[in-house]
């Protein structure tokens, strides 16, 4: 029986603190807009070096060469971070693989390998 009172004091206890978070990061939102309201009355109908900021990115925006760079820079930094990802979780893979193996073969020794790299690749005869 303690242990069922224990389980759903610890239940409460975690509702509790997830809604302290959620009001925490909520409260948190709702002061930084209230705070933004008189900075943008203040703003209101202004021409300020801020709106010259936006009128210079919308003309660099409209230019079709600068919008295909900026495209092609982020292409290819996303490209090179998945695959930057990828050799990672292969090393990871490899780090942990030992382990697995060791262990599945002292809970059974007969069991046989699926025949996966030591990275976690595929076989290369079983790709196409």
Partial sequence: ???LEYKL???KLDARLRLGLALIKYATLSFCAWMLVPAMEAFAGKTTLASFGVYLFADLKANTVFSHV?????GLGGAGYGLRE????RKEIKRLGNRVVEVEKRLDPNR???GLTIDGRSRPEDEP
């Fill in 1 to 3: 029986m303690k242990e």
């Fill in 9 to 11: 004091q610890s239940q």
């Fill in 70 to 74: 900026v495209m092609g820079i982020l």
């Fill in 86 to 89: 990828r050799s990672l979780k």
């Fill in 112 to 114: 046989t390998s699926s």
